[in-house]
Nanobody, 123 residues
């Protein structure tokens, strides 16, 4: 069984910070690239950030670059998304995902998904 469980979402004021966490199985976490997606009503699903299996390669959507940081701690099988300088347009459900390979390419689709955690940024 593969489980991805997100936590850390909530309500914050614009300019504030949140850190999202994703707990994963050790087998998947150690061998697979992972990432964060988000979906807001009226908007297409957006790939926010990705990280390779080793943690050495990361990528970010232009909309969050410089504000969000993705990381992974192998010893605890946990993926993180540190979100700073939050804006109302960051409001969305955020999903943890695991990819089949060790590195994410532009056309890759996730193999596994978490159930999501709500992030709401007020004005």
């Amino acid at each position: 069984q593969v489980q991805l469980v997100e936590s850390g979402g909530g309500l914050v004021q614009a300019g504030g910070s949140l850190r999202l966490s994703c707990a994963a199985s050790g087998k998947i976490f150690s061998r697979n690239a992972m990432g964060w997606y988000r979906r807001a009503p009226g908007k297409e699903r957006e790939l926010v950030a990705t990280i390779s299996s080793s943690g050495g390669r990361t990528s970010y959507a232009d909309s969050v670059k410089g504000r969000f940081t993705i990381s992974r701690v192998i010893t605890t099988y946990t993926l993180y998304l540190q979100m700073d300088s939050l804006k109302p347009e960051d409001t969305a459900v955020y999903y943890c995902a695991a990819f089949r390979g060790s590195v994410v390419f532009s056309n890759d689709e996730p193999e596994y998904w978490g159930q999501g955690t709500q992030v709401t940024v007020s004005s």
